[in-house]
């Protein structure tokens, strides 16, 4: 497989982390299955293959879809050869970006129609790919521009910069803005409560340090990640990753951050 990480332009850089391309031109008919895990962010895919779409839940998934946030793990099956481009948005773009209420795509995703599928299967390259998803992408933003949220952007940093790992109370006491009132927000923009989030922060970083194996024993990992014990960690690694820590590292395929193909 064939793998591209590309930076965004910088006027979409406050809400898209990246792009990236992933294509198989394998001849065999062999499916390829793909774990998705919970991350913290919500993303857009076009597919494009001659042999079907993607696959989940049994359902064709359709040319370009919007997802939302996923709160554990699911499998997608995909053709043996196909062209797929990503944006990997930034927590709060459901509602920065779309104007959507990220709760309602939670653990799911909607269809976009119109001429954006059209312009994308007529792009004769990657390039041209990302630049019409670009100009969709600035678009949409112009549109909803006065939905940013600084107290809610203050909020986030301070959850990813610390892993998850800092109390709630000290974020609304830095907002001075009541717990529902902080939630309901939350909900709103993000998709999920800030404890789960905060709770996935902690899963991502405890999976970037098994990526980069810097650790000897597994309760290296929960005690860095401040976990209450080694235990604690597998557990709260299953209900995002769908499997324990060392047979994630022994059955993935991680080509693309997050969305593993499982070696079966």
């Not at 895919?45 to 079907?52: A, M, N, P, V």
């Not at 521009?145 to 000290?170: C, E, F, M, P, V």
């Not at 980069?212 to 604690?232: G, K, M, P, V, W």
Request: with cysteine.
């Amino acid at each position: 497989m064939d793998f591209q990480h590309i930076v965004p332009p910088a006027y979409l850089q406050p809400y898209v982390r990246y792009f990236w391309a992933l294509s198989s031109s394998t001849v065999a008919d062999t499916p390829k299955t793909f774990k998705t895990i919970a991350d913290g962010s919500p993303g857009l895919i076009f597919q494009h293959s001659d042999k079907g779409h993607f696959e989940q839940f049994g359902k064709q998934l359709a040319t370009v879809f919007l997802y939302g946030q996923a709160t554990t793990f699911t499998e997608i099956i995909s053709p043996a050869s196909f062209q797929t481009i990503g944006v990997y948005f930034h927590p709060h773009a459901l509602k920065s970006v779309f104007g959507l209420n990220a709760q309602d795509l939670t653990d799911g995703c909607m269809e976009i129609s119109g001429q954006l599928p059209e312009q994308l299967l007529n792009a004769t390259n990657t390039q041209q790919q990302i630049d019409i998803l670009a100009a969709y992408l600035y678009k949409n933003i112009l549109l909803h521009q006065g939905l940013t949220d600084a107290a809610l952007y203050h909020a986030l940093q301070r959850i990813t910069n610390s892993a998850g790992n800092i109390s709630l109370k000290t974020i609304l006491d830095e907002l001075q803005m009541s717990e529902r009132s902080f939630e309901r927000k939350f909900l709103q923009h993000i998709g999920m409560t800030p404890k789960l989030f905060a709770r996935i922060c902690r899963f991502q970083a405890s999976l970037n340090q098994l990526r980069n194996n810097q650790f000897t024993r597994l309760s290296d990992i929960a005690f860095e990640q401040e976990y209450a014990d080694q235990s604690h960690f597998i557990r709260a690694f299953k209900e995002f990753a769908g499997t324990a820590p060392l047979k994630y590292q022994r059955q993935s395929i991680e080509i693309v951050e997050n969305f593993p193909e499982l070696i079966k």
